[in-house]
């Protein structure tokens, strides 16, 4: 399996894009920067999309990959829990801000086919079992675990303190989250539902006396003062016994 980390902030600039993963070049993980850092042709690879929660920073480029489709022939499957498509489709899919993508090209030929999906139940994305498993946020949301034959991710999505009640369901070698605040913003981590270090260090470290994994930080960075400080503090897990990397 080849991980592409396309973006990972919730703030953009010349350095930072909206999140969104990529694997084996056809599987994206949600869709905020899905676009800007891949050419047109290496778009047109993608055949399915999978959607934690429908948060601006992650399913914006839902409608510039639209467009990139329109001559395409395909239809891409999107998936995601009841609350995630209804409420992409209701605004950014009514064809207000660009073109209705349900039913545009032709409706027997959309660009986007919406594929609801079940907490806690196994279900086959091209040839990945996935698993939906809900996470503690501000919004309903889910993670997923992705499994090939070779090995196994889970990608938290945005997620708060408590995201280790997921490895109940879930035993992955690879960790994909996220940090998005500071040890001292702790407050506003509790507030907004995101994580610290110091959450993630507890988190993850529980999935660890069950199974050694590789924990792929996801720094979710407001400011560049956050993400250096961030950065530090993630380097601290990673002599605490984590194999941990930063993008
Ligand atoms: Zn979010």
Redesign the pocket.
Known sequence: MELRILGSH?MESHGTRFETHLIDGILALDAGGLTRSLTFEEQENIQAIIL??P?F??IRDLLPFGLTMRDSGVTVDVYGIKDTLDLVAEKLMEGSLYPPFLEFPSPETPIYSMQEIEPLKDFQVLDYTVKAVPVP???P?VGFMISSDDVSVFYT??AGRGVSDAWQHAAPDVVLTEVTFRNRGEQTAIDSV?MTPAYLRKDVVRIQTAKRVSAQNDCRTHKPSYKEEIRVEVKHLAEADMMMSLP
């Open positions: 919730n934690t929660h948060h920073d992650l946020y501000a919004v949301a999505g945005d995101h």
